[in-house]
């Protein structure tokens, strides 16, 4: 006798053998047991989760003649027909080879006929969504009035492509992708009964490899049966279906972690060599990190160690060692370093599936987010300055704020003379009059401790000037503020007239009196051409400066 693959072979014949749809098997017994039986019903799903086989059996239920709690009997002629394809009265279609009119036409005028041997005459029309417009049309008017011995069960992987009108006439059940847990409790039944010799380890990774569908799971096992030589192992499914071993990730990530870019490369090339799929080996590099991710962002969370711990392993579905290797693993990262490792490798795997050699395309990947700078989220950024600010008002308030430390010389003012305090705001003196009483107070001015108070006013009105000016530097001289900001973008902001106007309005709002503000450029050459004298030579800002009377360092 020729040979039958697993999964023809182990069809469920019951609605108690369809695993992971518990939701959907329980329903249409209780309809079965009641006799609340609808004359139309759409099967949606993605490929592999029991669509067609709970189809089938719901097509020998309702017509069994001992029904068991809603169960097909599998025991009576009706059943037995059935099972064996000589019962007449059940009509497979497959909408992707029959979607023309005549086709349901054809199903139509059977429908009108009284079933031969049956109590229904049941259809069951697979792939429904690749129905053409007419075929469809045609449908309707037999879904809106089906004759009382009619049912029709369509079933399909792209519910969205099936009409409104032929919607609303089905009773929707959706099969959910079957977990990573009840497929391999499905494959343990079948390797006994098969007399399978394979280690628990194994049929975890051909369930993993699955993807929530039990027939790609049972090609999967059919596939590494006939390539092992004795007992199925882990390591003979990971070289049969070329994917990574959970070994080789974790070295992976170790290297990403440690910023070992030789070591990372060796890894790759190792897991090239082995001759495993590279982009099979690049979805296990993803799902990895996505792995750790989950770890990471459930450690910090509420509940106890062994609580998370269980939780980590039911999300992840891999074993308890490996829920905790993945605990441990993930303290090495921060949640938001992890998302853009992911982000980047996802885009990094789309890349590499036009790519004539998609290992270069996993390497491109990997060595990006090893080289990829740090960058905090906004959220964390924000987080950070409110904690730095809480520090400084606390200092504020206990009169501990040190002198600014930076030699005793006054930060270089920017080039351009505009940038002093606006001089028609509450007598405010202008560019000159401001620098010449600077230099002359001889001492270097202290850090304003009202500062703090003056950025948590801004941020309660503009976040983006908070972000601007958060790392600013403020100095008191008297009869005005001095404030050094290291970016251009920050200095052109509140150098110009209006921006000058409102920070001396804050000032005003914390000290109860008008103070002029100065806006210095604190940063070098390069940058304080940036901000407005790149046309202008070095002789000629030299002079300039040395006409405001201001200080002057060349280097």
């Not at 690749?130 to 009619?150: C, D, I, Q, R, W």
């Not at 987080?383 to 504020?396: C, F, N, Q």
């Not at 976040?463 to 290291?486: P, T």
Request: hydrophobic share 35%; aromatic share 6%; charged share 30%.
């Amino acid at each position: 006798m020729a040979y039958q693959a697993l999964y023809r072979k182990w069809r469920p014949l019951t609605f108690s053998d369809v695993a992971g749809q518990s939701h959907v098997s329980e329903t249409l017994k209780h309809a079965v047991a009641t006799g609340r039986i609808a004359h139309a019903y759409l099967f949606c799903g993605t490929r592999g989760t029991g669509k067609t086989s709970t189809a089938k059996i719901f097509s020998r239920a309702v017509n069994c003649e001992r029904p068991v709690d809603g169960e097909p009997c599998n025991e009576c002629d009706t059943c037995r027909g059935r099972l064996h394809g000589t019962i007449m009265d059940v009509y497979e279609r497959d909408a992707a080879s029959n979607s023309g009119v005549d086709n349901i036409r054809g199903i139509r005028d059977d429908a009108a006929f009284m079933p031969s041997g049956c109590k229904y005459k049941v259809f069951i029309i697979d792939e429904a969504h690749m129905l053409s417009k007419g075929a469809f049309n045609a449908l309707l008017k037999t879904l809106e009035e089906p004759p009382p011995h009619v049912i029709f069960i369509l079933a399909t992987t792209e519910a969205y492509k099936i009409p409104a009108t032929i919607l609303s006439r089905c009773q929707r059940y959706d099969f959910r992708p079957i977990s990573d847990d009840d497929i391999t409790k499905r494959l343990k039944y079948i390797s006994e009964r098969e007399g399978i010799d394979a280690t628990v380890d194994a049929l975890e990774i051909v369930a993993r490899h699955g993807n929530g569908s039990m027939r790609d799971a049972l090609s999967i096992l059919d596939q590494c049966v006939a390539s092992a030589s004795g007992k199925l192992t882990s390591k003979e499914v990971e070289d049969i279906i070329g994917a990574a071993g959970s070994g080789d990730l974790f070295a992976l990530s170790d290297c990403v972690a440690n910023k070992n870019a030789a070591g990372l490369l060796e890894e790759l090339d190792a897991l090239g060599g082995s001759g495993k799929d590279p982009m099979v080996v690049f979805e296990d590099i993803i799902k990895h990190f996505r792995n750790l991710l989950i770890c990471a962002s459930c450690a910090g969370g509420p509940g106890s160690g062994d609580s998370v711990k269980s939780a980590v392993r039911d999300i992840l579905s891999v074993s308890q060692a490996d829920a905790e290797r993945y605990m441990s693993e993930s303290e090495k990262f921060k949640s938001g370093e992890l998302i853009g490792y992911i982000e980047t490798l996802s885009g990094a795997y789309a890349s590499a599936k036009s790519m004539d050699d998609p290992k270069t395309g996993i390497e491109l990947g990997l060595i990006k987010i090893l080289t990829a700078p740090e960058e905090a989220s906004l959220e964390q950024r924000l987080e950070d300055i409110e904690k730095r600010l809480a520090k400084l008002e606390e200092a504020a308030a206990s009169g501990k704020f040190a002198k600014a430390a930076d030699g005793g010389k006054r930060p270089r003012d920017a080039v351009n003379p505009t940038s002093a305090p606006n001089a028609s705001a509450g007598g405010a003196a202008n560019a000159r009059d401001v620098s010449n009483r600077s230099q002359g107070s001889g001492k270097k001015g202290e850090a304003w401790d009202k500062w703090p108070i003056v950025l948590k006013s801004i941020m309660e009105e503009s976040k983006k000037l908070y972000m601007l000016l958060y790392n600013a530097k403020a100095r008191y001289f008297g009869d005005y503020v001095e404030i050094e900001v290291s970016g251009s973008m920050a200095y052109n902001t509140v150098s110009k007239r209006e921006g000058l106007d409102y920070m001396s309005a804050k000032c005003e709002e914390t000290t109860g009196e008008r103070l002029p503000c100065r806006i210095v450029y604190g940063m070098e050459s390069d940058n304080r051409k940036k901000a407005g004298s790149d046309k202008e030579s070095v002789a000629g800002i030299v002079k300039r400066l040395e006409e405001l009377g201001a200080d002057i360092e060349v280097d």
